[in-house]
């Protein structure tokens, strides 16, 4: 299994709403990441967790909440969302050392809008 | 700092060589990408090349790496329209764990 399976494909949420994005994968990968996509514009890096202990926070707002409950789940909670939130995210693994460290496998990404 | 920097669009015949560039500013990155992104789709990594190399090959893609003016491209032989597609060029930074994407090439193919 090389897939990275996020759910949902689409979300629309009002700014007073909680919601999760959930993000799964079975390749044995370490790492696991959060990126956020606006429109025309490259990923940017959210959050990172290695061996299930968040590594990397990119300075992301508290209304993004992240969770990694096992080596093969990675979710990201929302609460009291913008409408400029309103993105691509994208949940990636990798093998945690080597040299394809940087072997990013990207899942299709959940639409999120936010009303 | 980190950055990467690719020009936004590309237009090549179908056939033709497309030749996709990238400059970087992180003289320690060891590791140099390009992943593929099409429409309403994830990413998905195309190839990667070790800065002690200069060039690899992969059947239709070539990638030349010129470490001291830190300028890196994709080629693209035989450009069919199955390559139509965003494509981002990525170092791996000062951590190991983060990787840093350029702002993509929009490349599309004529008849």
């Known amino acids: 299994d090389t897939e990275v399976t996020q759910t949902p494909k689409h979300l629309v949420m009002g700014m007073t709403n909680k919601k999760s994005l959930k993000c799964e994968q079975h390749m044995g990968h370490r790492a696991m990441y959060w990126y956020k996509q606006k429109a025309k514009k490259p990923p940017e890096l959210m959050f990172v967790?290695?061996?299930?202990?968040?590594?990397i926070n990119e300075s992301v707002p508290s209304r993004f909440s992240p969770e990694c409950p096992n080596s093969s789940l990675l979710n990201l909670h929302l609460h009291a969302l913008q409408p400029e939130d309103s993105a691509l995210y994208l949940c990636?693994?990798?093998?945690?050392?080597?040299?394809?460290?940087?072997?990013?496998?990207f899942g299709e990404g959940s639409r999120l809008t936010v009303l | 700092g980190e950055d990467v920097e690719q020009s936004l669009f590309l237009s090549v015949r179908e056939g033709d060589s497309s030749v996709i560039n990238c400059t970087y500013t992180?003289?320690?990155?060891?590791?140099l990408y390009w992943y593929k992104q099409e429409p309403g789709a994830g990413l998905q990594l195309l190839t990667y090349i070790f800065s002690n190399m200069d060039m690899k090959q992969d059947q239709r893609l070539t990638v030349l790496l010129n470490k001291k003016d830190k300028h890196l491209s994709l080629r693209i032989a035989d450009t069919q329209t199955g390559d139509s597609a965003i494509y981002f060029c990525a170092e791996r930074g000062g951590s190991a764990s983060k990787i840093i994407f350029g702002s993509g090439t929009r490349l599309s193919i004529r008849p």
């Open positions: 967790y290695s061996y299930e202990k968040l590594s």
């Open positions: 992180d003289s320690s990155s060891t590791y």
């Open positions: 990636a693994s990798s093998p945690y050392s080597g040299p394809n460290t940087g072997e990013l496998f």
